[in-house]
């Protein structure tokens, strides 16, 4: 494209002032990189370039306010990008300075970004001071003028070539040694580089004059820049502002005085928090002091001269039309220096007066006044030279203001019943607002105890440190310091600092324990624990329990047994209480008990964890930034409970999410990296926890890019592949095959994961899990030495191998199952059938046995008989027994016996006696005459047969088959051998033995 500007030029002439700006825009970019690594002739791309950077300071005049801003844009993006040659450099800030005065404010704006942009970016240096500059390039004539004469000839040949060329061919190396020559002018003559070659000289001394051009460009603009900080344009005021701050860092001369000239605007602040300027409101007021105690931070005495103001103003009668005026007051308040403290307690002012008013006055509504006796309170004890005797004295005064309804003998009864009918009409509102007094009073005395010995500790090695060292010492001086150093032998100071801290205990001690007469609060202790365990009465109260449970967890915070005892009410609520502003408050106040009271907190933690499962956001994101303060700054052990935490990686809620990641992301530059051994164990949790797959993969992945060491990677697959055995859930193999996929496999961790194959190769049925291990085996090709893709493809035959023998026996394994499953339920038809028919045969069953004489001649005329079929029904049956039993003869007797389910002993004793045929001696005459003899058993409703053989004595054998009901006995299925003949007509009957020798 660069090659074919020439078409696109002409449009610069075009009235549509967005293809101009379109048209700077592709000639910045194509300055800043068409001609980085282009081949051709060096000269040629450095016109050409050359041409599009004239075009674009020609731009910079261009009809358009619209163009000329975007033109100075472009600018900026060059020298960020370092596309900005020193030759040209003080061309382009030129130009930004004279667009200063442009009559767009559009284009003001972008110039003094430029200009910013130019100071960040420079290549002369961290500090701009015009003196540095001149010092050093004057040094540098000189030598260069020693070295001309003896180097005439070279210098007539460098003449040939313009400035411009050496200041535009100069490598960034030449800079830098200047930077290294004017950071320190005391120093100077030690950091001048000895530089003998003369074109390096004349080059250094060339970007020197451009640093100074530079320099004196930019001071030269203070006048300019004072003139844009009274615009009323509110984007000049900003962006002139800052540039004076950058001109400030980079020692730009002017840029101090013209800062001062910033003090009018603080000047019209107070003017508008005083009312001075007709119009404004109170919440204009409220805004003016807030900004002039951001202000106050760095330079406190700006609220000195108008104390009186902010006192009489804060808490007078417009904090009645603006409550969070009063609020903003008190935080001035806190902010004086020193010397306007002490003013402010010796002149005995009346602010201490309108402190304790906003604190026991029901006055501001109630959502604001939470907010404004905050700040007043810790105000009081900032300011008071003695807080808790004021402090205690505002505790009665909002104590009287609630339970005003109560007189003294009303209090002091014993009657039960009375106090609680009396209590029962206490306003929850009133009783809410002195909870929270009760609490934040003790929690800043607190405070104020342990800044007190953070003093007298102070001071103590203050003092240490201020004893005379000389050996001029008077004797009483001398044997004083003796007497100290002995002191310090036998241990006395420390003993002082144990004192110390044992005079600092009783005191946190007696805010909360009522043992003492002179305690401040101790006695609202029991009180305020019964009525946060009383949750029934809360609950219809939810205001009364956001203060009743925050002025817990503050008293719990301040002492440890009454934390204890505590505990078990503060996680209930934490996670029962139906509002989520109670809830949150808890979690938060978790995080200062497990700082405060580490041991107590240490068998809570996994209720501390359980806090993230909250269906609230603001609870949720609440509980991630106190685990995230917590662990990173080791308060809190990482222990197993972690997988929580990665959970919220793939929150719903962006920011929770965000934080999540950034918790892990500093996790990850702790140590040796924690993830990587945490990560087995949130493995195995998350697959415990029924997670949407996407949602699992998308945490694992992040928390594997984070692992970058080799040794790590390759651990973690020993690790993953161990977790594979004795698994059995398809899902967890799913997972760990996934973990396994994103891994970065060096040779080594490759070589691991084909020595662990029997580990996984139990899973290697399943589709996905060879899904997986597939993507592995991609990504080793892609790196793998000749040899390694040898192993790799015999590795992955192997894996193919398997897997399609896994399938085939899965197969084969479903169809032995679906088969398995269609005879139970053909049985359980079966049985059902069973039963419905025994109850319809129940009563020919007790009948007599009736014998059919045909069966005495059967015998003799079998030979004549074509076919002999004798069928068996035994629909009654589950299980058929073939039995054989040897009756003294040699012949085989084939018999048929049909046993309902669940037949009585009785029955089948009387169904086990033998039908003896006389004729059977001659079958075996006949035997050879016969046809075929076919005996169709209907064993419909029976499922197994068990055929039992014996012989009856004589040479030949009979086949019987006997069908046994399921459950029938060996001894049960002997008794009921008989076979029953069936005619086509008539009934066939049990015959005896001596009926058939007779009928022979």
């Known amino acids: 494209?660069?090659?074919?500007?020439?078409?696109?030029?002409?449009?610069?002439?075009?009235?549509?002032?967005?293809?101009?700006?379109?048209?700077?825009?592709?000639?910045?970019?194509?300055?800043?990189?068409?001609?980085?690594?282009?081949?051709?002739?060096?000269?040629?791309?450095?016109?050409?370039?050359?041409?599009?950077?004239?075009?674009?300071?020609?731009?910079?005049?261009?009809?358009?306010?619209?163009?000329?801003?975007?033109?100075?844009?472009?600018?900026?993006?060059l020298c960020e990008e370092n596309s900005i040659s020193i030759g040209l450099w003080n061309e382009v800030a030129s130009v930004a300075s004279?667009?200063?005065?442009?009559?767009?404010?559009?284009?003001?704006?972008?110039?003094?970004?430029?200009?910013?942009?130019?100071?960040?970016?420079?290549?002369?240096?961290?500090?701009?001071?015009?003196?540095?500059?001149?010092?050093?390039?004057?040094?540098?004539?000189?030598?260069?003028?020693?070295?001309?004469?003896s180097n005439s000839d070279k210098d007539e040949a460098a003449n040939d070539s313009s400035p411009g060329e050496v200041i535009m061919g100069q490598d960034e190396s030449v800079s830098d040694s200047c930077l290294a020559s004017s950071q320190d002018q005391n120093d100077r003559d030690a950091t001048i580089v000895d530089i003998t070659n003369l074109e390096q000289i004349r080059a250094l001394v060339a970007s020197l004059e451009a640093g100074l051009r530079f320099s004196k460009c930019i001071t030269s603009l203070m006048p300019i820049l004072v003139q844009l900080l009274a615009s009323s344009s509110a984007t000049d005021v900003e962006n002139t502002i800052l540039l004076l701050m950058r001109c400030r860092q980079f020692q730009i001369e002017g840029s101090?005085?013209?800062?001062?000239?910033?003090?009018?605007?603080?000047?019209?602040?107070?003017?508008?928090?005083?009312?001075?300027?007709?119009?404004?409101?109170?919440?204009?007021?409220?805004?003016?002091?807030?900004?002039?105690?951001?202000?106050?931070?760095?330079?406190?005495?700006?609220?000195?001269?108008?104390?009186?103001?902010?006192?009489?103003i804060g808490f007078g009668r417009w904090a009645?039309?603006?409550?969070?005026?009063?609020?903003?007051?008190?935080?001035?308040?806190?902010?004086?220096?020193?010397?306007?403290?002490d003013k402010l307690i010796s002149n005995n002012s009346r602010v201490f007066a309108a402190l304790q008013g906003l604190v026991t006055s029901f006055?501001?509504?109630?959502?604001?006044?939470?907010?404004?006796?905050?700040?007043?309170?810790?105000?009081?004890?900032?300011?008071?030279?003695?807080?808790?005797?004021?402090?205690?004295?505002?505790?009665?005064?909002?104590?009287?203001?609630?339970?005003?309804?109560?007189?003294?003998?009303d209090v002091s009864n014993g009657d039960e019943a009375q106090n609680g009918a009396s209590l029962s009409s206490v306003s929850p509102s009133k009783l809410g607002r002195f909870l929270f007094v009760i609490s934040h009073i003790a929690l800043n005395h607190l405070v104020y105890i342990e800044n007190s010995v953070r003093k007298i500790q102070k001071q103590k090695r203050k003092n240490e440190k201020s004893q005379p060292t000389t050996e001029d010492l008077q004797p009483d001086v001398s044997k004083s310091l003796e007497a100290q150093g002995i002191n310090a032998e036998l241990g006395l100071s420390a003993t002082i600092d144990i004192a110390i801290e044992s005079l600092a205990e009783r005191a946190e001690k007696e805010i909360v324990c009522c043992s003492s007469e002179k305690n401040l609060i101790g006695h609202c202790g029991p009180f305020l624990s019964k009525l946060c365990r009383n949750l029934a009465l809360l609950q219809k109260f939810p205001d009364l329990q956001a203060s009743a449970m925050l002025a817990l967890c503050r008293l719990m915070i301040i002492d440890a047994e009454f934390c204890e005892a505590?505990?078990?009410?503060?996680?209930?609520?934490?996670?029962?209480?139906?509002?989520?502003?109670?809830?949150?408050?808890?979690?938060?106040?978790?995080?200062?008990?497990?700082?405060?009271?580490?041991?107590?907190?240490?068998?809570?933690?996994?209720?501390?964890?359980?806090?993230?499962?909250?269906?609230?956001?603001?609870?949720?994101k609440n509980a991630v930034l106190v685990i995230s303060h917590l662990i990173l700054n080791d308060m809190m052990k990482v222990k197993g409970y972690i997988n929580e935490m990665a959970v919220r990686i793939e929150d719903k809620d962006?920011?929770?999410?965000?934080?999540?990641?950034?918790?892990?992301?500093?996790?990850?530059?702790?140590?040796?990296?924690?993830?990587?051994?945490?990560?087995?164990?949130?493995?195995?949790?998350?697959?415990?926890?029924?997670?949407?797959?996407?949602?699992?993969?998308?945490?694992?992945?992040?928390?594997?890019?984070?692992?970058?060491?080799?040794?790590?990677?390759?651990?973690?697959?020993?690790?993953?592949?161990?977790?594979?055995?004795?698994?059995?859930?398809?899902?967890?193999?799913?997972?760990?095959?996934?973990?396994?996929?994103?891994?970065?496999?060096?040779?080594?961790?490759?070589?691991?994961?084909?020595?662990?194959?029997?580990?996984?190769?139990?899973?290697?049925?399943?589709?996905?899990?060879?899904?997986?291990?597939r993507s592995v085996i991609s990504?080793?090709?892609?790196?793998?030495?000749?040899?390694?893709?040898?192993?790799?493809?015999?590795?992955?035959?192997?894996?193919?191998?398997?897997?399609?023998?896994?399938?085939?026996?899965?197969?084969?394994?479903?169809?032995?199952?679906?088969?398995?499953?269609?005879?139970?339920?053909?049985?359980?038809?079966?049985?059902?059938?069973?039963?419905?028919?025994?109850?319809?045969?129940?009563?020919?069953?007790?009948?007599?046995?009736?014998?059919?004489p045909s069966v005495d001649s059967s015998t003799e005329h079998m030979e004549n008989t074509p076919e002999c079929s004798v069928n068996t029904s035994a629909e009654n049956s589950q299980t058929t027994a073939p039995l054989t039993e040897s009756e003294g003869g040699g012949e085989e007797i084939q018999s048929a016996q049909p046993v309902s389910k669940g037949m009585s002993r009785l029955r089948a004793k009387k169904t086990r006696d033998p039908v003896v045929d006389p004729s059977v001696d001659r079958s075996t005459e006949y035997k050879g005459n016969t046809p075929e003899h076919s005996a169709d058993t209907s064993t419909e409703n029976s499922q197994t047969s068990v055929p039992l053989t014996g012989t009856e004595g004589g040479s030949e054998e009979i086949q019987s088959t006997q069908p046994v009901g399921k459950g029938v006995s060996r001894s049960r299925a002997r008794k009921t051998r008989d076979p029953v003949v069936e005619d086509s007509a008539a009934p066939v009957r049990r015959a005896t033995r001596s009926t058939r020798r007779q009928g022979s």
Not at 100 to 116: F, H, N, P, T
Not at 262 to 278: K, R
Not at 279 to 308: D, E, F, T, W, Y
Not at 386 to 405: C, G, Y
Request: net charge neutral; glycine share 4%.
């Open 1 to 77: 494209m660069s090659t074919n500007i020439g078409v696109l030029i002409p449009h610069f002439g075009g009235e549509s002032y967005k293809i101009r700006n379109a048209l700077v825009g592709v000639l910045g970019k194509l300055a800043a990189k068409a001609f980085k690594d282009v081949e051709g002739d060096s000269n040629a791309r450095l016109r050409s370039k050359q041409a599009m950077l004239e075009i674009l300071i020609e731009r910079c005049r261009d009809v358009s306010a619209y163009t000329r801003s975007r033109v100075l844009q472009v600018w900026s993006e």
């Open 98 to 149: 004279g667009r200063l005065e442009d009559k767009s404010a559009i284009v003001r704006k972008s110039a003094l970004q430029l200009l910013i942009t130019m100071l960040q970016h420079n290549p002369f240096g961290p500090q701009l001071r015009t003196a540095t500059f001149e010092a050093t390039l004057e040094k540098y004539k000189e030598k260069l003028q020693g070295m001309e004469p």
């Open 256 to 312: 101090e005085a013209a800062l001062r000239k910033m003090l009018p605007l603080v000047s019209a602040l107070w003017d508008y928090f005083c009312f001075n300027i007709n119009g404004v409101r109170p919440v204009q007021s409220r805004g003016a002091l807030s900004i002039l105690c951001m202000a106050a931070k760095s330079s406190p005495s700006i609220l000195g001269n108008h104390l009186q103001d902010i006192i009489d």
């Open 320 to 341: 009645k039309e603006e409550p969070l005026l009063a609020r903003t007051a008190c935080l001035a308040l806190q902010r004086l220096s020193e010397e306007d403290k």
């Open 363 to 409: 006055s501001i509504p109630e959502k604001i006044w939470y907010g404004a006796a905050d700040k007043a309170i810790s105000t009081i004890y900032t300011l008071h030279p003695a807080p808790e005797l004021f402090a205690t004295e505002t505790a009665k005064k909002s104590l009287s203001s609630v339970f005003s309804v109560l007189g003294t003998n």
């Open 566 to 620: 505590n505990l078990q009410i503060l996680f209930t609520v934490a996670e029962s209480a139906p509002s989520e502003t109670v809830r949150s408050n808890c979690t938060i106040a978790l995080g200062d008990l497990a700082v405060r009271f580490p041991n107590l907190l240490d068998p809570w933690t996994e209720y501390i964890y359980a806090r993230l499962r909250d269906p609230s956001v603001s609870v949720r």
């Open 654 to 773: 962006e920011r929770i999410s965000s934080l999540a990641k950034l918790f892990f992301h500093e996790l990850s530059k702790k140590g040796s990296n924690p993830i990587y051994n945490l990560l087995p164990d949130i493995l195995g949790r998350l697959c415990n926890q029924h997670l949407k797959e996407e949602t699992f993969c998308n945490i694992m992945q992040f928390l594997i890019n984070s692992i970058k060491k080799d040794k790590q990677m390759e651990a973690l697959v020993d690790k993953l592949c161990n977790r594979f055995a004795g698994v059995n859930d398809v899902r967890q193999w799913e997972y760990i095959s996934y973990c396994l996929s994103q891994l970065t496999f060096t040779e080594k961790g490759l070589k691991k994961l084909i020595d662990n194959f029997k580990m996984f190769e139990h899973a290697l049925s399943e589709d996905s899990v060879m899904n997986h291990f």
């Open 779 to 852: 990504k080793c090709k892609k790196f793998a030495k000749p040899e390694l893709k040898i192993c790799i493809e015999e590795f992955e035959e192997k894996l193919s191998k398997v897997h399609q023998e896994k399938k085939e026996q899965e197969e084969t394994t479903k169809n032995a199952e679906a088969h398995r499953q269609r005879i139970d339920s053909l049985d359980e038809f079966l049985v059902t059938k069973e039963v419905s028919e025994n109850s319809g045969n129940s009563a020919e069953d007790e009948t007599s046995e009736v014998v059919d």
